[in-house]
């Protein structure tokens, strides 16, 4: 009967399904994080205005060059095969044998990376025009106006996309067990030889699966919710004196917000 | 007077039209001048080539006895002089009140956080928006946030501020807040640039009213001169129109 082995599988081997859980989340955390921030790095670059020096727009000519390329290239090509490239690859061309948890977050960081240089490319151009004069008006350079002031309009505006490739993320791991990364479709898969039953391993690991995305889901729209702030401010009563500390008023008064 | 920014023969093109033909004037510290014109004469297109947000294509732009427009000048350094008001406000819609104020001070003028909300709140009492510090800009009346922008131009403490058409993004009963605080400013012996619609303002607060006309100042003068004595046919023909 399938429930009776469905709950012994579970008291049996819940911690093959824990341990395995733990890597499939670790990898696609940190992959998401380091892949966002390739992203910001990457979408910053590719909006730098051209130069009018001759010397600093042909190295951004090149530069740029050298990014699309990566983004197209692992955006073209599945993950299951750049795992397969990249870890033996590795191997072979430059004998390097790679940590297996390393290049679980290195394949998932660097493929995050493409796709989100996209978003946050996309995410910089819907910024306001306004927003850059504004930022240039009163002295900021390029750089002072992309971290100052859009970049985290961008981060706000691009978070739910992130959230996105969070998800996806979580579910895509599982092709790392091609180079044997202990994730939890691996270790699904090891149940299944110790067992010798596919489908109620597999059940239990797809409800780890949608455990997993549905609470980053919840926690990624708290972030947003947080990042918000309040949704009304309040007026600051007249003939105030503390003016010399407005930064006590103004604590005083968001945290009732 | 001390001259602040002089233009000379300032020209700018975009692509094979030219916007803005030899433009030559001068404005002086404490002075308040105001350039009127029709639609696409180029008022905007000057402000923005007089801040370097535009580069001209030819002339120079003296600031205190330095032509700012060969390569040596620090560009950022001489934008943080000039304060700029937009017609659609352009603040910083990541910031509250305060914080707009101060960020241009602390990460450009490297001031500290308390110094910086110390001009800050003094500037926003200037335009009456000290007690709404802790709103973010979307949570503002146009009004309100054009006198935010005002704020934050004039917390960086520049030697003239430029305003493009700072009321013509709002509703009419908001409109006079805004003119009054630039009244106040004015008075306040602060030097300014305005391109504006409202003549009322030019004539009443201006020093001297520059009439551009299709990229060219076609007439200058004082505001008596320009309003009830206009010298030249299409400073006419625009008064008519508009008046
Ligand atoms: N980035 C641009 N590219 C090409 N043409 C431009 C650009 N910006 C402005 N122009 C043109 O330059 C001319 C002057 O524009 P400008 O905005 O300076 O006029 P304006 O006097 O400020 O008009 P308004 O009163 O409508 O604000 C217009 O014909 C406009 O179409
Ligand atoms: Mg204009």
Redesign the interface.
């Known amino acids: 009967m399938t429930w009776s082995w469905f709950f012994k599988i579970i008291e049996e081997y819940w911690p093959m399904f824990l341990r395995g859980a733990g890597v499939t989340l670790l990898i696609s955390i940190i992959g998401t994080v380091i892949g966002a921030i390739i992203g910001l790095i990457i979408g910053t670059i590719r909006t730098i205005p051209p130069s009018d020096n001759g010397f600093k727009r042909f190295w951004l000519k090149i530069v740029n060059f050298i990014l699309t390329v990566y983004v197209e290239v692992f955006r073209g090509t599945p993950m299951i095969v750049q795992s397969m490239v990249i870890y033996y690859g590795s191997l072979m061309l430059f004998n390097i044998n790679m940590d297996k948890m390393f290049a679980g977050i290195f394949i998932v960081s660097i493929n995050t990376g493409a796709y989100t240089a996209e978003i946050v490319r996309g995410g910089i151009i819907s910024v306001?025009k306004?927003?850059f004069?504004?930022?240039?008006?009163?002295?900021?350079?390029h750089a002072?106006t992309m971290l100052?002031?859009v970049l985290?309009?961008v981060v706000?505006n691009i978070l739910p996309a992130i959230g996105n490739e969070f998800v996806i993320n979580i579910k895509d791991t599982s092709v790392l067990n091609v180079i044997s990364v202990t994730e939890l479709y691996y270790q699904t898969s090891s149940i299944t030889g110790n067992v010798f039953r596919f489908f109620e391993p597999f059940l239990i690991a797809s409800v780890i699966y949608l455990i997993m995305t549905l609470t980053v889901t919840r926690i990624l729209r708290l972030i947003e919710k947080k990042m918000d702030?309040p949704e009304?401010?309040?007026?600051?009563?007249?003939n105030q004196m503390q003016?010399?500390?407005?930064?006590h008023?103004?604590n005083k008064?968001?945290k009732r917000? | 007077m001390e001259d602040i920014i002089e233009v000379q023969h300032l020209s700018k093109f975009f692509g094979e039209n030219e916007i803005l033909k030899d433009i030559n004037f001068t404005v002086k510290k404490g002075e308040v001048v105001c350039i009127i014109g029709s639609s696409g004469s180029g008022k905007s297109t000057l402000l923005r080539c007089i801040n370097l947000l535009e580069k001209p294509n030819g002339g120079k732009i003296i600031y205190h006895g330095k032509n700012i427009l060969d390569n040596k000048h620090d560009v950022y350094e001489y934008r943080t002089k000039l304060g700029m008001v937009f017609q659609q406000f352009n603040l910083f819609n990541n910031y509250n009140v305060l914080e707009n104020c101060t960020i241009g001070q602390i990460k450009v003028l490297n001031r500290s956080k308390e110094e910086a909300e110390e001009v800050a709140m003094k500037f926003l009492k200037v335009v009456g928006m000290d007690q709404y510090i802790n709103a973010k800009p979307n949570q503002l009346s146009g009004g309100q946030k054009q006198r935010v922008a005002i704020a934050r131009a004039l917390s960086m403490e520049p030697d003239v501020l430029m305003f493009d058409e700072p009321t013509s993004a709002l509703d009419p009963e908001m409109v006079g807040e805004v003119l009054s605080v630039m009244q106040d400013l004015a008075k306040s012996g602060l030097t300014m640039l305005v391109v504006t619609h409202e003549m009322g303002f030019a004539s009443e607060v201006a020093d001297r009213v520059v009439f551009m006309d299709k990229g060219v100042i076609a007439e200058e003068g004082s505001p008596e001169e320009i309003f009830n004595n206009p010298k030249e046919e299409r400073t006419r023909e625009f008064l008519r129109r508009i008046l």
């Open positions: 306001d306004g927003q004069e504004a930022a240039h008006a009163i002295g900021m350079n002072k100052y002031v985290p309009q706000r702030g009304n401010f309040n007026v600051i009563p007249g003016v010399a500390r407005p930064d008023v103004a008064i968001g917000g």
